[in-house]
């Protein structure tokens, strides 16, 4: 059996080139991605093993792009590597179907060896952030109010200051369509201006 295919999603390529060095001595690098739509479309023209990738991602977050990566024949398996160390964001990429989060404080090996547990069929998680993960699966009345996974992308491009028109075009939908939901976002979690809807998505880890 060759070495596990590993495709890389982070939106600073600088960063990407670094985790390559780290990473090639124990894996095949079979491409990068700067944003969650690219990540999607090169990961099921590839078909990895295993999936690395930011939360902080443009266009289409990391865990809402993971929810993508799920509906693939034959999934592969996502690592989140990201500087996001409120467990709330974990929470929701396990949700996703992560079988991996690493800090970006954390050390190389630790990263090579949450990859080598996902190929496995294990999961890994950062000491740092577990307790708080276990506390949320515990209590999932302390969770935000749930968004479904086309009012996240909307979100994520209205924060990112696109309008409806462009919005539509990126996901091939209507501006009506987009308006529709923009609307439902703000009832369902008590927004009243776009200001609101953007602060909600930064600290929500949507955008």
């Known amino acids: 059996m060759g070495r596990p295919r590993?495709?890389?999603?982070?939106?600073?390529?600088?960063?990407?080139?670094?985790?390559?060095?780290?990473?090639?001595?124990?894996?095949?690098?079979?491409?990068?991605?700067g944003n969650g739509l690219e990540l999607v479309?090169?990961?099921?023209?590839?078909?990895?093993?295993?999936?690395v990738m930011d939360i902080s991602m443009p266009l289409l977050n990391g865990i809402a792009a993971a929810r993508k990566l799920q509906k693939m024949a034959g999934p592969p398996r996502i690592v989140f590597l990201t500087m996001h160390s409120d467990a709330t964001f974990a929470t929701e990429a396990f949700r996703a179907g992560a079988a991996g989060y690493v800090l970006k404080s954390s050390s190389g090996s630790e990263i090579v060896a949450a990859i080598k547990e996902a190929v496995l069929g294990r999961t890994h998680i950062s000491p740092l952030v577990a307790g708080g993960v276990?506390?949320?699966?515990?209590?999932?009345?302390?969770?935000?109010?749930?968004?479904?996974?086309?009012?996240?992308?909307?979100?994520?491009?209205?924060?990112?200051?696109?309008?409806?028109?462009?919005?539509?075009?990126?996901?091939?939908v209507s501006p009506r369509t987009v308006e529709f939901h923009k609307y439902r976002i703000m009832e369902t979690i008590g927004a009243k201006t776009i200001a609101e809807l953007t602060r909600y998505a930064v600290t929500h880890g949507i955008v």
């Open 134 to 172: 276990l506390d949320n699966f515990r209590h999932p009345e302390k969770r935000a109010p749930e968004l479904t996974a086309r009012q996240k992308e909307i979100l994520q491009l209205i924060a990112e200051g696109k309008s409806p028109k462009e919005i539509a075009s990126v996901l091939k």
């Open 41 to 51: 479309a090169v990961a099921e023209r590839l078909k990895p093993d295993v999936v």
């Open 6 to 33: 590993v495709l890389l999603g982070d939106d600073h390529a600088m960063f990407s080139e670094g985790l390559r060095g780290i990473l090639e001595p124990h894996f095949e690098i079979v491409g990068t991605a």
